[in-house]
């Protein structure tokens, strides 16, 4: 086989792998590199075929692992979206009881509403839990 078809071989490849983004056509299209290069340098097709083997393998055992864990590092516990507000202070906008009212959450205007009572204009709050759309709070205690 022409050292070309080894080289497309591993463009498409790839390309697949831009699609599924799991490091498996990666492994193989650094494999299908190796035997391109193989060829390139004169070896046989049998030679060819063995270095693309020993390359996927190698590739997909050792490479892929060490690989995958550095690109699905994620914080342990690490809160995002609505999640991540979850304990903020706000500031009360409005007066906020058990049917409504407003408060300022990470720079935008919320709906807000409160089991404990009635919480006036300007108050500091706690973010207990997001329903919805819509922001349960407590009157944060000054320590």
């Not at 809160?79 to 408060?103: C, E, P, Y």
């Amino acid at each position: 086989m022409a050292a070309w078809i080894w080289f497309a071989v591993a463009g498409l490849l790839l390309i697949a792998e831009m699609l599924t983004a799991d490091l498996l056509f990666a492994s193989l299209a650094l494999a299908a590199l190796a035997a391109g290069i193989t060829n390139a340098a004169g070896g046989s097709e049998t030679l060819q075929g063995v270095t693309f083997g020993a390359f996927a393998i190698l590739s997909l055992i050792a490479l892929r692992p060490i690989a995958l864990r550095h690109l699905k590092k994620q914080t342990p516990n690490g809160s995002t979206n609505v999640d991540a507000l979850i304990g903020a202070r706000a500031v009360t906008t409005t007066k906020v009881d058990r049917n409504g009212g407003q408060v300022k959450l990470s720079g935008e205007i919320w709906s807000a509403r409160t089991d404990s009572g009635l919480i006036e204009s300007g108050e500091s709050v706690v973010v207990l839990a997001i329903e919805g759309a819509t922001a349960r709070v407590a009157k944060l205690e000054e320590k």
